[in-house]
């Protein structure tokens, strides 16, 4: 049986609360109904009357007794529907509740999650407090080195800032769908930094590499390309309070030392499949990629894959970062913003504690052009210089790297490099490092001066 429509009452009584109005099928006889219900209920009213023991007097319809005691009937009749009404609003919300969140986690479903994918827990962190990843099942630790970190405040917006004033934003923004590479194909930028003051700004470069085609993936990787690009964006990590991200890894994985080893960021609007791979392997666990959520198309779901046993899905969240260090499998989450011009920004930082044993290999990594492949006499000349256990180092007080020998290995570097062989993955730029300027020379890095004072934020 279908319910009266409460409208019937509330004509009487206003009822607090109005339950959805119905429009009943036409094929009903709801006007009957309605008479029907009205004659069965005074004499409801009189047989109720009677069996309490009334005069039959009392009983007809303009007795007082008869008029209080339907009062008294409506009322508690509105009383037993509004509870009615109430208690299916509290069924209706509880079940709605009950398929996105659940109540013991107090985590919610997304369902942009696929049911493909393993999932991990991502308890809220603080700045500065990291957590190995866990599986959201059973707990289990992911794998030995895959964590989250929380984000200072300040980081993304201040990295945000840093890419913009640089123009770097813009191109990353747009370069994918207005002048995108070939696959295996590169480009060279020259910008300025956004900190440095006075009328002559240095330029440094970066530059930006498509992966080759078997990536399945119009991946675009932008990093620094020299000494100077690499220092300057040191300032903006010190800036934006990266110094506690280096100290929650450092304590987390109980390194002695850590330093910031190359900055890029990675770009992608489309990804067909993502090419899993690790970053590092053998480094006695030393050495980390550290990802940070620049943008996110807004319709997007969870960007990064990581795997171990089995695939899980992750976002990169406003107010976390994902670390994946030694042996950590990992790839980009299948993806197409293409249809909204959407445009997906990681940021990528390496980090490594140096040892003698984890040099060769920390020195060997291939991915960026900076610093260059194999120079580990570089790589050593900056070992611990941003985080120390003992507290004594920080991007803030940096004092830069140690000295180093900056030097031409070929003669006639002017002359090699005049048709712009610098810029470029070529052999004339690794041969004349000095020339191109991949480094910095020593009379003007002046190594042991705090970087706050050569460079500014
Ligand atoms: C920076 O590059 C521009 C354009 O190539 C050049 O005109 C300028 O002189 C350079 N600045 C310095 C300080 O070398």
Redesign the pocket.
Known sequence: MRPISPVVISALLPLPILAKDHTFPSSLKLQEALNHYSVESSSLLKRALLSAGFHPDETLEIDDTYLDFATRALRSEKKRLDRLLEAKKTLQAEAQEQQQCNAETKQCKDPKLSSEFGHFLTPPLQPGQAELLRWDDDHSVVQPYAARVGLPEKLLPTLIDYVDRMGLLDIMKNMLYDDPLPPDGDKWF?FQSPYEEGP????FTWNVERPAKKWKSDMHWFNVADELAHEDSLRALAKGGFDEVLNAIGEQFHLDSLHVDSVGFVAVTNCERGFIHTDWEEVDGRAFNFLIGIQSPEEAGPELVIESGRKGEVYYESNAGVLVGDGTRHGTRECDHRQTRGVRITASIYLADLTENNLKVAAGDTTSIFPPTGDEEWIWAQRGRHWSKDGDRSLVNDLGRKELNVRDEFKDCLKLTQNGECKGNTEERSGCLKTCKVYVHDDEYKPGVSRKEIFGY
């Open positions: 020259t002559i700004k240095r330029n």
